[in-house]
């Protein structure tokens, strides 16, 4: 397995990997829903790959098969204490090569280059009712501290 930050060649594999778990959840208030799917996750990963703040990385096989993903960017929040906070997003393994330690192996170089870029924190959300995801993340040390709901407006 190979580790790496994704470059601007490999944006047509990403969009191809993100839409293949775009359909997983079914409550999206804020993203997935957009008319063109693809474009919109063009745009998203050519700004996060040039950005000076974030990080899109792959970790692949030898023959270039992306295996997993995961994304993060440094966000300034003005008067906390840890003012600089590592955003992570995006984390996602090929369900065949789940528990071989994929995952974690992107979430350490994530945290690792977010540190570099000045984060002080790390933040992550997951969805609601997804105990698998719960665990994972407190086992590595993210720890809950607010819920956030949403509201569709209907017109």
């Not at 995961?70 to 090569?97: M, Q, T």
């Not at 071989?100 to 170089?109: C, D, E, F, P």
């Not at 959300?125 to 719960?134: F, I, K, L, R, Y």
Request: hydrophobic share 40%.
């Amino acid at each position: 397995m190979i580790i790496r930050p994704a470059q601007t060649l490999d944006i047509p594999l990403l969009v191809d990997f993100w839409q293949a778990i775009d359909g997983i959840t079914e409550h999206r208030p804020f993203g997935g829903d957009s008319d063109d799917k693809n474009l919109h996750a063009e745009k998203v990963l050519q700004h996060t790959i040039h950005s000076e703040n974030a990080a899109v990385l792959i970790a692949s096989t030898a023959e270039n098969e992306i295996i997993g993903t995961i994304s993060g960017h440094v966000f300034e929040k003005p008067g906390v204490n840890l003012a600089k906070v590592g955003v992570v997003y995006s984390l996602w393994v090929d369900e065949e090569r789940r528990s071989q330690g994929v995952g974690q192996q992107l979430l350490t170089y994530l945290e690792n280059t977010l540190t570099t870029k000045g984060a002080q924190a790390f933040q992550v959300g997951w969805d609601t009712g997804n105990t698998t995801a719960e665990q994972w993340w407190q086992k590595r040390g993210y720890v809950p501290y607010e819920t956030i709901a949403s509201k569709v407006v209907s017109k």
